[in-house]
Nanobody, 115 residues
Framework: QVQLVESGGGLVQAGGSLRLSCSGS????????MGWYRRPPGRQRELVAT???????YYAASAKGRFTISRDNAKNTVYLQMNSLKPGDTAVYYC?????????WGQGTQVTVSS
């Protein structure tokens, strides 16, 4: 079991930046992958980015070139740096920890991008 707590969301104008943080209640090093997902208003949850325990990253097409996922195992924290934000990035952002058949989720943090 692990508890994940996201922070860093808020209201930002288009073109601005935010950095989301996801802190784990215990070591995240053992998880195969950590990720960020989002749920836009009225839509299903979608993948934004993932990072493996080895540091390999994957980005959804919508995030590529604008977002950067990173992890600090010593701090049990995963980050999502979001630049050049667009109104279409408005969503609740969720942190995920994945290991084998187990998935853990945070409570989410709201990101709102105004035009």
């Amino acid at each position: 079991q692990v508890q994940l707590v996201e922070s860093g969301g808020g209201l930002v104008q288009a073109g601005g930046s935010l950095r989301l943080s996801c802190s784990g209640s215990r070591s995240i090093f053992s998880f195969n992958a950590m990720g960020w997902y989002r749920r836009p208003p009225g839509r299903q949850r979608e993948l934004v980015a993932t990072i493996t325990s080895g540091g390999s990253t994957y980005y959804a097409a919508s995030a590529k070139g604008r977002f950067t996922i990173s992890r600090d195992n010593a701090k049990n924290t995963v980050y999502l740096q979001m630049n050049s934000l667009k109104p279409g990035d408005t969503a609740v952002y969720y942190c995920n920890a994945h290991q084998s058949v187990e998935d853990y989720w945070g409570q989410g943090t709201q990101v709102t991008v105004s035009s």
